[in-house]
């Protein structure tokens, strides 16, 4: 079944509309403060369909997400208790008390490793800013963390080109349902340990 093919589609026709890098900024500084879908799921195909501006669309997006990031740690220092309940009932406080675990053991390294850890990154802004964590620390981390991930993620694909393209389009819908499989399975080994 084609479901994936068409939305490939539709994404890469998105990477290319003349406004595409306002949405990755918009969608990077509101992914690292309160919205729920990382800002690679349009870095990627900006990157595939422009492989030449590649570095800028990382640059850019890591500026954004740590812009973002402020905002997190804003909300974390100014409104926990309002925060709170969305949180809990988003299923992201088990993840908050982790990442404040993660800061109380290791500060710099654990803002650091958000940029790569299954922890979404607004757990980690909103976290440091509840903790009052030094924000000069906080802005580097996240500068060397999210810049790491984004930079990765471009570069993985500058380097793949057109090549990479064609591969992944011709094997989209394996790589989608394999992908919905692996959540599937994730979900119940959460829930069912």
């Known amino acids: 079944m084609k479901l994936f ?3 490939y589609d539709r994404v890469m ?15 990077s500084f509101a992914e690292s403060s309160f919205f729920p879908v990382p800002p690679d799921v349009l870095l990627a195909p900006m990157t595939l369909a422009r492989p ?15 812009l973002g990031g402020l905002a997190g ?3 974390g ?20 008390e982790r990442a404040t ?26 976290a440091a800013g509840a903790l009052h964590t030094v ?14 991930r984004f930079f990765l993620v471009a570069g993985l694909l500058v380097w793949g080109g057109e090549r990479m393209e064609r591969q992944l389009k011709r094997h989209v819908d394996t790589i989608g349902w394999l ?15």
């Open 5 to 7: 093919t068409p939305l």
């Open 135 to 148: 924000l000069p620390v906080f802005i580097v981390a996240s500068f060397l963390g999210r810049g790491a």
């Open 77 to 96: 220092w100014l409104a926990l208790d309002a925060v709170e309940p969305l949180l809990r009932s988003a299923g992201y406080w088990e993840d908050y």
């Open 73 to 75: 740690y804003a909300i």
């Open 179 to 193: 992908t919905v499989a692996a959540i599937v399975l994730a979900w119940f080994a959460i829930r069912f340990p």
């Open 101 to 126: 675990g993660w800061f109380g053991r290791w500060g710099f390294w654990a803002v650091l490793a958000a940029g790569f850890s299954p922890i979404p990154y607004k757990v980690f802004t909103i």
């Open 52 to 66: 030449e501006h590649g570095w800028r669309l990382a640059f850019l997006t890591t500026i954004a997400s740590v």
């Open 13 to 27: 026709g998105w990477s290319r509309h003349r406004h595409a890098h306002r949405y990755l900024a918009a969608m």
